[in-house]
């Protein structure tokens, strides 16, 4: 194939930022013709997010992670290397890739938290787009950071206090908003890089979102005021399916065997915190007790290392009435009839799966903008419910799976849930607002679109 045209799309190869980066480069890929896209991320996320068939005209790139041989440190510390290595490691791989295509890059699609992106594009003269994997009030409490600082600091505002003052937020409390968002009195890596990023954002062409319009429309039209051809293109995965990993498909075909067993709908609850998150083995038991007097059926995604620290006999005592495996095909799974509720660590990507699912939410937040989004869910949105006090206890997680699974405010939330799901559909579907974003992103990113407003 020739090629006349470079994209480099730059990926943050941790939690689940990357996956929703690659739908989009592909979904750009399928839908143009005769330009590259240079996918540049760590080896070891590029080895999981590309072991299955991804369009011709996009090639994986590794970029250095920063890390010494035989590092044993902790998810944070991994990412507090991993930005001291950047962007001289992005720099190095983008000149390799220019040099090995024979075409410089013409456009930067790159992670909103690399924000050294601005200056990549800058100094190549290039267009920046930059893609937030998260959702929009996430976006918007960050956009706010200086106001939300300045209203607890100097105008003697409290953490239960309402945010009335940002568009779309006046169910939020300053105590719900991303700990980064406090650069200034917890100034890690993450936070300073965030910062950073909301001091860049205004300046890219375009701001690209893995979300949908209706699901926050003042939220959306804030933010449209503020930025450069804010973008919502979601949920990707509509159009772009997750890729499968091959190592897990043992466990796939498991565990969607055990689900065909179950036949009543709506009947199931389906427990799953992420691929970083894990409950501290008091929160598992309380979780496991609730889940064995309750008596619901149950499909639970834990490591194995987790599993140890499960109530002695809990598997046995439930292995009529419940599956736990270590991986779960979590789309195949929140498709299927017999689930009716998520239990969360209220990760972007899970909602959006379970929202265009239509299965609502039983969320435990553990960081960054996880607590935002469990009380969205909750107080406006109204498709689920935060569990009491942020952590699993076995009487207020009882609560919560009845509450969800056999009362009337559970079948008023999954009602809600199911509009919503609908909403998500339409905006991909053709002439939806999702899709006609897209269309104005083909645009910017092919260069027949100017960069203005």
């Known amino acids: 194939m020739v090629f006349h045209s470079h994209i480099g799309v730059l990926a943050f190869p941790f939690g689940s930022h990357a996956t929703p980066l690659l739908n989009l480069a592909q979904k750009l890929a399928n839908s143009t013709s005769g330009i590259q896209f240079s996918f540049f991320n760590s080896a070891s996320s590029n080895e999981i997010i590309f ?49 090995e295509n024979g075409l410089k890059i013409c456009c930067l699609l790159t992670d909103a938290f690399l924000w050294f992106g601005c200056d990549l594009a800058e100094k190549r003269g290039v267009p920046w787009v930059a893609f937030w994997a998260p959702a929009s009030c996430s976006l918007s409490a960050h956009l706010h950071t200086d106001l939300i600082q300045d209203a607890l600091e100097h105008q003697g505002a409290t953490v239960e206090q309402k945010l009335s003052f940002i568009p779309g937020m006046s169910e939020v409390s300053f105590g719900d908003v991303p700990p980064e968002i406090f650069h200034t009195q917890n100034p890690t890596s ?28 003042t939220i959306a039209t804030d933010l449209k005021s503020k930025l450069h051809h804010f973008l919502n293109v979601g949920p990707l995965f509509l159009s772009s399916p997750t890729p499968h990993i091959s190592s897990t498909l043992n466990q796939e075909n498991e565990c969607l065997s055990w689900l065909e067993h179950q036949k009543a709908p709506k009947s199931l609850v389906y427990v799953s915190f992420g691929s970083v998150a894990v409950p501290p083995g008091n929160e598992l038991t309380a979780l496991a007790e609730a889940l064995e007097t309750c008596r619901f059926p149950f499909l ?39 689930v009716g509720v998520l239990v969360t660590h209220g990760g972007w990507n899970s909602i959006q799966e379970s929202i265009s699912n239509g299965v609502p939410m039983i969320c435990r937040p553990f960081f960054g903008d996880h607590k ?63 899709s006609r974003n897209f269309s104005t992103l083909l645009e910017i990113i092919s260069g027949t679109k100017g960069n203005g407003n």
């Open 51 to 99: 072991s299955s068939y991804v369009s011709d005209n996009i090639r994986a790139y590794q970029v250095w992670d920063g890390k010494p041989d035989a590092f044993s440190g902790t998810h944070f510390e991994e990412i507090q290397l991993f930005l001291d290595a950047s962007p001289m490691n992005y720099d190095k791989a983008i000149e390799e890739a220019e040099t």
């Open 300 to 338: 639970w995604s834990l490591r194995q290392h987790a599993v140890k620290l499960l109530p002695e006999g809990f598997q046995e005592r439930t292995r009529e009435l419940g599956k736990i495996v270590s991986w779960a095909p979590q789309l195949q799974v929140l498709a299927h009839g017999s």
């Open 372 to 434: 935002l989004n469990s009380r969205m869910i909750e107080d406006s949105w109204k498709i689920g419910v935060m569990v009491k006090g942020g952590v699993f206890t076995k009487n207020e997680t009882i609560e919560a799976l009845e509450c969800i699974m056999a009362s009337d405010a559970g079948e008023a939330m999954r009602e809600n849930v199911k509009k919503m799901k609908d909403r998500a559909k339409e905006a991909m579907g053709s002439g939806g607002s999702s």
């Open 190 to 217: 993450l936070a300073v890089t965030i910062y950073k990023m909301v001091e860049k954002l205004p300046k890219s062409t375009a701001v690209v979102l893995n979300s949908f319009e209706e699901i926050d429309p």
